[in-house]
Structure formats: structure tokens, C-alpha cells
């Protein structure tokens, strides 16, 4: 019960950065933060598919509205939430069964940067392809990438916080 209630100040602190910060921040117009996916990528190992898809498709629903994006995020979270496992087996392997989230312990920070790296490109993917729909290739390719690497900072620097608060 304690993880539950941990999980659902997580999200709740996710949400409010990024709607009252990230939201606001004018780094560029190349550069987005969407930083909320720290969410779907520190949730337990174990956590089951149907729970990704429905925590997956809250927080998407939660940062539609608070965005105004008309459901660029849910479909962008649903699909990272679906695709985690298959990542999580590919990037880490054997090393993540024994641990309680994908970070620290027995999981080499290499292999959680590549996790951490996969979902949050495949996630900026999708938001920002759906939001160009293929116009400005260039410009949605390099908002793509300049804003994973500031994401992936982030979504690092929050596991190795969290890590600490919940492990």
C-alpha cells in the first residue's frame, strides 16, 4: 500500500512540473521538455500491461487537458506504455527481474540510459510526428532530438532522486 500511495504523489508531482515548469520554460522552440514520461519509465518492473496501458492512458489524458493537445500525448504515452517491456528486455536484459524499479541495483547505468533513451525518443517521436504530420521534416527531426537529450538528462537525474526517496 505504501508504493501505491509513493506512485500516486510521483504522478501527481510529474504532472505539476510539467504543467506549471516544463510547460512554461522558453529554452527555444527546438527544445520541449516533455517530461512527464519520467512516469511510465520509473513504474515497478513487475507492473502489468493492462496497468501500463491504464496508467499510460491517464497521465496521456491528464497532460491532454492541462496542454490543450487534443490527444497527442495520450497516444504517445499508450504506445511507450505498450512498447516498455519489449524495451525493457532489450535494453536491460536478465539484469532488471530481480529489481523493483528499472534503476540502481543490480542494472548498469549504461543500460538504464539506453532504456531511459529508447522510451523517451520513441515517445517524442510519435508526440512530435503526430504534431507536424510530416511537415517541416527537419525542424520536427531536430526538436525531436534536442528535446529527448534534455528529456533523458531529466529522466535521469529524477531516477537516481527517486532511487534514493523509494529503493
Request: glycine share 8%.
Amino acid at each position: 500500500m505504501q508504493r501505491v500511495i509513493e506512485y500516486i504523489l510521483f504522478f501527481v508531482t510529474v504532472v505539476l512540473l510539467q504543467a506549471l515548469l516544463f510547460d512554461n520554460l522558453m529554452l527555444s522552440g527546438l527544445i520541449v521538455p516533455l517530461y512527464y514520461v519520467v512516469f511510465v519509465v520509473l513504474l515497478p518492473v513487475k507492473t502489468g500491461r493492462i496497468w501500463l496501458l491504464l496508467l499510460g492512458t491517464l497521465l496521456g489524458a491528464v497532460m491532454d487537458i492541462s496542454m490543450g493537445t487534443a490527444g497527442l500525448n495520450t497516444i504517445a504515452t499508450v504506445a511507450v506504455a505498450f512498447l516498455r517491456p519489449m524495451i525493457i528486455n532489450i535494453s536491460m536484459g536478465k539484469d532488471v527481474v530481480h529489481e523493483t524499479i528499472p534503476y540502481g541495483g543490480a542494472i548498469a547505468p549504461n543500460s538504464f540510459l539506453l532504456y531511459a533513451a529508447i522510451m523517451v525518443l520513441t515517445h517524442e517521436l510519435i508526440f512530435f510526428g503526430f504534431e507536424s504530420l510530416g511537415s517541416h521534416i527537419f525542424y520536427t527531426l531536430a526538436k525531436v532530438v534536442l528535446s529527448s537529450l534534455v528529456t533523458v538528462v531529466l529522466v535521469t537525474l529524477t531516477a537516481r532522486l527517486f532511487r534514493r526517496i523509494v529503493g
